[in-house]
Nanobody
Framework: QVQLAESGGGLVQAGGSLRLSCTASARTFSTNNWAWFRQAPGKEREFVAAIVRSGGDTVYADDVKDRFTISRANAKNTVYLQMNSLKTEDTAAYYC?????????????????????WGQGTQVTVSS
């Protein structure tokens, strides 16, 4: 059974940076399609970023574009989220997700229902 494990969350001041990592446990698991979502208390889970397909196409939510960077290391079955210029509104539990599905348009990768595998989440708290 494939399990995703996130790490790298923590407490940081506004304007600071954090780097999240997520690794799949099964060595036989292989996918090009990874994403990060986040969920703040009292809010729905929302899309943050995705990196998909063999070419590494990236998709970002508008409010993190130019601040966050998603990347992956296929040989390590790992995806990263570099978060810079953090804001208090970035405070949330961050979840990584993976899918074996292929979709013709990158738009579909924003949909959490397209992901088969999820991590347990890592908390990111940004203080003012």
């Amino acid at each position: 059974q494939v399990q995703l494990a996130e790490s790298g969350g923590g407490l940081v001041q506004a304007g600071g940076s954090l780097r999240l990592s997520c690794t799949a446990s099964a060595r036989t698991f292989s996918t090009n399609n990874w994403a990060w979502f986040r969920q703040a208390p009292g809010k729905e889970r929302e899309f943050v970023a995705a990196i998909v397909r063999s070419g590494g196409d990236t998709v970002y939510a508008d409010d993190v574009k130019d601040r966050f960077t998603i990347s992956r290391a296929n040989a390590k079955n790992t995806v990263y989220l570099q978060m810079n210029s953090l804001k208090t509104e970035d405070t949330a539990a961050y979840y990584c997700a993976a899918t074996l599905g292929y979709y013709s348009a990158t738009y579909y990768y924003r949909d959490p229902n397209k992901y088969n595998y999820w991590g347990q989440g890592t908390q990111v708290t940004v203080s003012s």
